[in-house]
């Protein structure tokens, strides 16, 4: 299986902050590779596919990029609402995993 | 907009067999691939596997022995079952859509509201 790491596993931001998480991957996935956001209760919702793109209705404050082994997902301005934690996902190959998971708290 | 229901037991007995049932609402089950994925505080989100509307499936192989993913298309339902279960697969299940059609190797867009279920006697 593709093991996927994200760092860092909590973080502490102010509104207007600029943020961002890293994602690796055990090996190379070219660019498969999805963010979801999750709010506590929720289901995941997806955020950004293809490493880049960005799924219909989300801001555009969150951008991602990367290729290979490393990844990022940045939110270039927090707002309130973008308090959750976010997951990575590869959809490279079978078995598709996910990342721990970066909890984005307010500071 | 299509939308996803999970549907089954909240608790199941150790060594028995789990059953969830998901809905396709809004659109159909035609031409995308569904997934099965499951989240528990000890594992995180784990993929379970996927079923093509043509009945084609995919399994993640820590579950393969146990897993079987199965479609209606009359009913626009897929559904899983998992057989001898442990309180290690207590867990939130989640049925959810591929983003492309015909295309498995995407993100996962449109995701049901999870159900609970937990595994005890």
């Known amino acids: 299986d593709i093991q996927m790491t994200q760092s860092p596993s909590s973080l502490s931001a102010s509104v207007g902050d600029r943020v961002t998480i890293t994602c690796r991957a055990s090996q190379s996935i070219s660019t498969y590779l999805n963010w979801y956001q999750q709010k506590p209760g929720k289901a995941p919702n997806l955020l950004i596919y293809s490493t880049s793109a960005l799924q219909s209705g989300v801001p555009s404050r969150f951008s991602g990029s990367g290729s290979g082994t490393d990844f990022t997902l940045t939110i270039s301005s927090l707002q309130p609402e973008d308090f959750a934690t976010y997951y990575c996902q590869q959809s490279y190959n079978t078995p598709y995993t996910f990342g721990q998971g970066t909890k984005l708290e307010t500071k | 907009q299509v939308q996803l229901q999970e549907s089954g037991p909240g608790l199941v007995k150790p060594s028995e067999t789990l059953s969830l049932i998901c809905t396709v609402s809004g659109g159909s089950i035609g031409s995308y691939y569904w997934s099965w994925i499951r989240q528990s505080p000890g594992k995180g989100l784990e993929w379970i596997g996927h079923i093509y509307y043509s009945g084609s499936t995919n399994y993640n192989p820590s579950l393969e022995s146990r897993v079987t993913i199965s479609v209606d298309t009359s009913k626009n339902q897929f559904s899983l079952n998992l057989s001898s279960v442990t309180a290690a697969d207590t867990a939130v299940y989640y049925c959810?859509?591929?983003?492309?059609?015909?295309?498995?190797?995407?993100?996962?867009?449109?995701w049901g509201q999870g159900t609970t279920v937990t595994v005890s006697s």
């Open positions: 959810a859509r591929h983003l492309r059609p015909s295309y498995s190797y995407s993100g996962m867009d449109v």
